[in-house]
């Protein structure tokens, strides 16, 4: 089993009333179960009403460090959008954890 951590962002106030980090959570929750993921409670990040346009997020900023100690194997997110709205800097994030050997 690879242990993994999981990265939800929603950055209106209507993404948050409609609770739609909680169904990301849900959804990588049940996705880690079927696939063979650990995923400790303290690696479950929700980072509530931050642009995807930016890379500075506090539970990005985590999940990028966690990865880059080695104490992940892997990152589950959503979608991709979730990790930024930038196709390029989604492109540095996934070439980031692939350097650190992070799914």
Avoid: H, W
């Avoid at 690696?43 to 990005?60: C, N, Q, T």
């Avoid at 980031?96 to 050997?101: L, P, R, T, V, Y």
């Amino acid at each position: 089993m690879k242990t993994a951590a999981i990265y939800t962002r929603v950055s209106s106030d209507q993404q948050k009333e409609n609770k739609t980090i909680e169904s990301q959570v849900e959804a990588l929750l049940s996705f880690a179960d079927q696939n063979g993921y650990i995923v400790a409670k303290e690696y479950i990040f929700k980072d509530e009403g931050y642009s995807g346009a930016v890379l500075v997020r506090p539970g990005l900023e985590r999940v990028r460090d966690l990865s880059a100690e080695g104490q992940i194997q892997a990152v589950l997110v959503y979608s991709p959008d979730r990790l930024s709205r930038n196709y390029a800097y989604q492109v540095v994030l996934l070439d980031e954890f692939a350097s650190c050997g992070t799914e």
